[in-house]
């Protein structure tokens, strides 16, 4: 039978929440909480001595919607015991939805569900913009944005429209913009780069942003031989 506390859904007697909210495991493996940190991700904090392998797995995870039907999980970052689950783009909840989020017993030693309500209400914002190679830019967002806006070259402006924007790659989990130039930025000393609010979040909310500066730092490391091989006629 299922047992409910705190919102958290249990499988079996044995598994039952403790006072604080954390589930106890016959394993050294406690959940300490689950959350939806937005309509892409969840984050689940562990305790205990986790398995890296197993907690990035993600066929150790199961997303079910409230008619049984299963979303798809892209991958599984881990950071310490805190793991974030990124949800695949083409099963994004829609605000307000309720999900269940059960965690294998591989992890855990026991099935643990819960119930997550997704909610987004905050306007996603850009964080940073840094030069990362000689016609490259990176810019940071505070949580992810879809790949249909933000890969869309015509959604940033650099040096008011001076250089013009090749192609835009997302990374780490779409909250990363690599943005590749035309041209090399060797004749610049800095670059003004400006994302337009047609870049969105999965919520569908626009993105905050002023003009941002990043220096353009000279590359003057001398190259560097990293192995050799004798060239021999044959």
């Given amino acids: 039978a299922a047992k409910v506390d705190n919102g958290a859904v249990v499988k079996g007697d ?5 006072s604080t909210g954390a589930v106890d ?15 892409k991700q969840i984050q689940v904090v562990y305790s205990g001595a ?3 392998d197993d907690v990035k797995e993600t066929g ?3 997303l079910e919607d409230e008619d049984g039907n299963d979303m798809a999980i892209e991958s599984v970052d881990l950071d310490g015991n805190v793991a974030t689950i990124n ?3 083409t099963d994004i909840p829609e605000n307000q939805d309720t999900y269940t989020l059960t965690i294998d017993e591989t992890i855990t030693g026991k099935d643990v569900e819960k119930d997550l309500t997704f909610v987004d209400t905050t306007l996603p914002k ?3 913009a840094e030069v990362i190679g000689s016609d490259t830019i990176k810019v940071t967002f505070s949580e992810p944005v879809t790949t249909t806006t933000a890969e869309d070259t015509d959604n940033y402006e650099i040096n008011d429209g001076d250089l013009y924007v090749q192609g835009v790659t997302l990374a780490n989990n779409n909250t990363e913009a690599k943005i590749k130039l035309y041209s090399d930025l060797n004749d610049e ?4 780069v400006k994302v337009k609010s047609d870049v969105q979040d999965y919520a569908g909310f626009s ?13 003057t490391e001398a190259p560097k031989v990293i192995g050799y091989e004798d060239a021999k006629k044959g």
């Fill in 50 to 52: 986790i398995n890296e």
């Fill in 25 to 39: 495991q016959t394993g050294d493996v406690t959940v300490q909480s689950v959350k939806a940190l937005n309509l």
């Fill in 207 to 219: 993105v905050v942003s002023d003009a941002l500066t990043a220096p353009v730092v000279e590359d």
């Fill in 126 to 128: 850009v964080l940073k």
């Fill in 14 to 18: 044995e598994v039952a929440p403790t």
């Fill in 60 to 62: 150790n995870y199961t």
């Fill in 189 to 192: 000393k800095e670059v003004n």
């Fill in 87 to 89: 949800i695949d783009d």
